[in-house]
């Protein structure tokens, strides 16, 4: 049985734990905008994968300048979807150009795609946090909206982990906007999440800054179709967390969750199927 001493030399170290988990420190530890190693040094681009593109620097609302691609298609533009992308917690948008590429030339998809890094990512202004990423992520839509060929193509918001859950609630206030979102291996929020994934740190949930309250926000969405994408490996995310986001949403416009077996956090992308699901997805509710 533990000593007094011993219980409360436990208790402090957790208390020490909480207390580093408020503020800054909380930001540097969902926010890995320097992994892998360089990631603020160079951000590949889209010739790499030979495709057209545009880079734009945008302005925020709250003067941030933040780093944008803008890929094109060579044909029929106007008629095909608008990929409005958001990448995970870690990297750029450069680390994302191979799925770009297959959303591209993809036949079932052929998508224009819009990417960001985020504030304080690649060679984007600022530090992140919950509240600049949602500025950010609003910057990148009023910019498709205003864009002379994107403005007249559906647009599908379409993110990865924390990118799902910008997405979730980029579209919960934009849904007049937006055609279609599509998530993956996301979460229900970061407080629920924490006792996964540092579980010393599970009585200290109180303190979250950062909370990213997908669960609530999915529950707004009305009429737009949804793809769930659940990789059943994912190691970070428990499954539990998609599966429960899939049952919250309630939208008019039909919902579908697509599993992959073998898929971890970072490769459920690269598993057989994932890209013709996405296409049957935007043939089913996008693409007339």
């Given amino acids: 049985m533990e000593s007094y001493k011993e219980s409360f030399t436990k208790y402090f170290k957790y208390l020490i734990n909480g207390i580093a988990f408020v503020g800054s420190f909380q930001c540097n530890l969902l926010y890995l905008a320097n992994y892998p190693e360089g990631s603020r040094d160079y951000v590949p681009k889209p010739s790499e994968h030979c495709l057209p593109f ?3 620097i945008l302005t925020t609302s709250d003067n941030v300048k933040i780093r944008l691609y803008a890929i094109q298609q060579e044909n029929n533009a106007s008629k095909r979807p608008t990929i409005l992308y958001f990448h995970g917690n870690a ?3 450069g680390h994302c150009l191979p799925v770009a590429e297959r959303l591209y030339n993809h036949t079932r998809c052929k998508c224009n795609i819009v990417m960001l890094s985020y504030r304080g990512y690649g060679f984007s202004e600022g530090s992140p946090s919950e509240k600049g990423l949602k500025i950010d992520a609003q910057t990148a839509l009023d910019y498709i909206k205003e864009h002379e060929v994107f403005q007249h193509t559906k647009v599908v918001v379409y993110g990865q982990s ?3 859950a910008v997405s979730i609630d980029l579209v919960s206030k ?14 229900l929020s970061i407080p629920k999440l924490v006792p996964h994934v540092i579980p010393p740190l599970r009585h200290f949930t109180f ?13 707004n969405l009305k009429r737009i179709p949804i793809l769930f994408l659940l990789g059943e490996c994912d190691e970070l995310i428990p499954k539990e967390h998609v599966n429960r986001l899939y049952e919250l949403a309630k939208t008019e416009g039909g919902k579908d969750i697509q599993s992959f077996p073998d898929g971890t956090h970072v490769d459920t992308v690269a598993q057989p199927d994932y890209f013709d699901s996405i296409g049957r997805f935007l043939s089913k509710n996008i693409i007339s």
């Fill in 162 to 164: 924390l990118g799902g």
């Fill in 174 to 187: 934009n849904e007049d906007k937006v055609s279609g979102l599509i998530v993956e291996n996301t979460f």
């Fill in 91 to 93: 990297g750029n948008m």
């Fill in 207 to 219: 303190f979250c800054t950062q909370k990213w309250e997908s669960e609530k926000a999915i529950q």
């Fill in 54 to 56: 545009k880079e734009e």
